[in-house]
């Protein structure tokens, strides 16, 4: 998987681990600007399955806490 996502993205590009929904994720920046935001199913040490966000409008709240309540 990640072979894959650094055939996507090149030098101007990087990548972070973040935390998202409590589980780690990569946070894909491009020419400085945030691109996108992967997470990952992880079943015995292998990828089963990768969910790539790039939506803006979903991308904005990333970093913003949410309260939750019931």
């Known amino acids: 998987m990640l072979r894959f996502l650094a055939g996507v ?9 973040v ?12 020419d400085g600007e945030l691109e996108a935001v992967a997470t990952f199913t992880v079943a015995d ?9 790039r939506n803006p409008h979903k991308l904005g709240l990333l970093g913003t806490e949410r309260v939750l309540t019931r």
């Open 9 to 17: 993205y090149d030098a101007s590009s990087s990548a972070d681990v």
């Open 45 to 53: 040490g292998v990828v089963t399955a990768a969910y790539i966000v």
């Open 19 to 30: 935390i998202v929904n409590g589980a780690p994720a990569l946070r894909l920046e491009l």
